[in-house]
C-alpha cells in the first residue's frame, strides 16, 4: 500500500494518452483519473497503466525481476488509487466475450500486490499483502456501467515477468511470460500457500498473472472501457500496473505464444506421458495423456 495525500479533485476529463499501437492487447488510453484521498502523489501518472505490465522493476535503485515475490514499485510503473478514487481506461480495439478465451478469462488487471515470503530468500508463500482489492467495472460506450462480481483490481494473482529466473534475480530472464494468458482461476491462496517461487510458477502455467474478468456474467458481448474505483470505506490506496485482452487458445498451441510451430512439437515430446495433477498444458486432446494425439494437434493447426 502506497500513502500519500492527494486531493480528490485531481482528474483528468479528456484523454491522457499515451500514441495508440495497432492490434495490440493493452489498453491505449486513460479517459479519466481521480486520485482520492490519500493517493500517492509520486504515483498519480495515470499513463503509467497504458502498454504492457513490467517484467523489472527498480532500475537505478533496487533492480530486481518483476516476481510474485517482488512487485513493481517505480513510480513510472503504477498509478496510486486513493480511498474515493477511481481510474477509466479505454481500449481501441474492443475485448470481447470469447469462448475460446482460456478458462473463459477475458480481460486481466494487473496490479502490484505480492506473495509474502515465508522464508527469504527461498521464496515460499507465507500470504498475500498489499491486495487492496478494488472494484472492477467494464462498459461498451462509457456511459451504461456493469459491476464484476467479486472482482479485486489488486491481488491475485500477482505478477510473474519471466519463466527462467529466482524470486528476487538482479537481472532479467530470458523467457518471458504470457501478459495474454490468465492463471487457473480454480486456484486459490490455500492453494499456493507453502510452495516455492518454481512451483508457483508452474501453476500459472506460463501466465504472466493478473486478476481475471470474465464479460460472460456482465451479459456484455464486448467492452471497450474499464473502471477502477476505491471504495471510501476500502482498506487504503491500491495500485494499478496494467489492462490485457486475453488472446484466444489456437488449436495446436501446447505452449501458449500464440503460434503453433516446432516449439509446440518440443512442448509436447518434454511433456510426452500421463499428465501430473494440476494444469497440462501440452494434453492438447484433453484426454489426460501427451502422445501422438497431441502431435497430430499440433500438425493440423500449424501456422508457422
Avoid: K
Amino acid at each position: 500500500m502506497l500513502r500519500s495525500r492527494v486531493p480528490a479533485t485531481c482528474v483528468a476529463c479528456c484523454l491522457l494518452c499515451a500514441p495508440a499501437q495497432s492490434s495490440d492487447p493493452w489498453a491505449d488510453a486513460v479517459v479519466s483519473y481521480s486520485a482520492g484521498v490519500d493517493g500517492n502523489p509520486a504515483y498519480a501518472d495515470a499513463t503509467t497503466t497504458l502498454g504492457a505490465p513490467e517484467r523489472f522493476t527498480g532500475e537505478g535503485i533496487f533492480p530486481g525481476v518483476v516476481s510474485p515475490f517482488n512487485p513493481a514499485f517505480g513510480t513510472d510503473e503504477l498509478v496510486a488509487i486513493g480511498l474515493g478514487g477511481s481510474l477509466v481506461v479505454h481500449f481501441d480495439e474492443p475485448v470481447a466475450d470469447d469462448p475460446g478465451n482460456p478458462f473463459g478469462i477475458d480481460l486481466l488487471v494487473f496490479g502490484n500486490a505480492g506473495f509474502i515470503d515465508s522464508a527469504y530468500p527461498a521464496g515460499i508463500v507465507g500470504g498475500l499483502f498489499g491486495a487492496e482489492g478494488g472494484q472492477i467495472e467494464v462498459s461498451a460506450d462509457g456511459i451504461a456501467w456493469v459491476s464484476v462480481a467479486g472482482s479485486g483490481a489488486d491481488g491475485m494473482f500477482p505478477t510473474v515477468g519471466y519463466g527462467d529466473t529466482g524470486p528476487y534475480d538482479t537481472v532479467p530472464g530470458g523467457i518471458e511470460t504470457n501478459f495474454t494468458r490468465p492463471v487457473d482461476p480454480a486456484l486459490a491462496l490455500e492453494d499456493l500457500s507453502g510452495l516455492d517461487h518454481d512451483a508457483v510458477r508452474a501453476l500459472y502455467d506460463g501466465s504472466g498473472g493478473g486478476a481475471g474478468v470474465d464479460l460472460a456474467g456482465t451479459g456484455l458481448a464486448a467492452i471497450s472501457f474499464v473502471r477502477i474505483t476505491n471504495a471510501p470505506g476500502a482498506a487504503g490506496d491500491l495500485e494499478i500496473d496494467a489492462f490485457a485482452d486475453v488472446t484466444p487458445v489456437l488449436a495446436g498451441d501446447a505452449n501458449g505464444d500464440g503460434s503453433v510451430d516446432f516449439a509446440d512439437i518440443l512442448a509436447v515430446i518434454g511433456a510426452w506421458g500421463a499428465c501430473p495433477p494440476g494444469p497440462c498444458a501440452a494434453d492438447l486432446s484433453g484426454n489426460g495423456t501427451v502422445g501422438f494425439e497431441d502431435v497430430l494437434i499440433v500438425i493440423s493447426g500449424w501456422t508457422a
